[in-house]
Nanobody
Framework: QVRLVESGGGLVQPGGSLRLSCTASERLYSSYHMGWFRQAPGKEREFVAAIRRNTGNTYYADSVKGRFTISTDNPKNTVYLQMSDLKSDDTAVYFC????????????WGQGTQVTVSS
């Protein structure tokens, strides 16, 4: 079972930036794709971004397009989420996900990292 560990959450002011990281516990095949979901208080969990590690193709929710960038460092088995121009609506617990046969990938989930956007 692949274990995913996130880091990089925290408190940031509106308009600020933050980068989340997620590292897998084992070496990943190129067909293992990765992504990010988030869940705000009182709301359902929602898709944020995903990347196909073998092609580098990326996909984003409309709410974050143009502000967030997902990328990977395949030798390090790590996926990043660079978040810019953060808004209060981005406040949520962010979960790293991965998988071979689901899209967006969600076979495996990290424990989540809190992102709070507030002045």
């Amino acid at each position: 079972q692949v274990r995913l560990v996130e880091s990089g959450g925290g408190l940031v002011q509106p308009g600020g930036s933050l980068r989340l990281s997620c590292t897998a516990s084992e070496r990943l095949y190129s067909s293992y794709h990765m992504g990010w979901f988030r869940q705000a208080p009182g709301k359902e969990r929602e898709f944020v971004a995903a990347i196909r590690r073998n092609t580098g193709n990326t996909y984003y929710a409309d709410s974050v397009k143009g502000r967030f960038t997902i990328s990977t460092d395949n030798p390090k088995n790590t996926v990043y989420l660079q978040m810019s121009d953060l808004k209060s609506d981005d406040t949520a617990v962010y979960f790293c996900t991965g998988g071979h046969n689901t899209w967006p990938p969600r076979n495996h989930w990290g424990q989540g990292t809190q992102v709070t956007v507030s002045s």
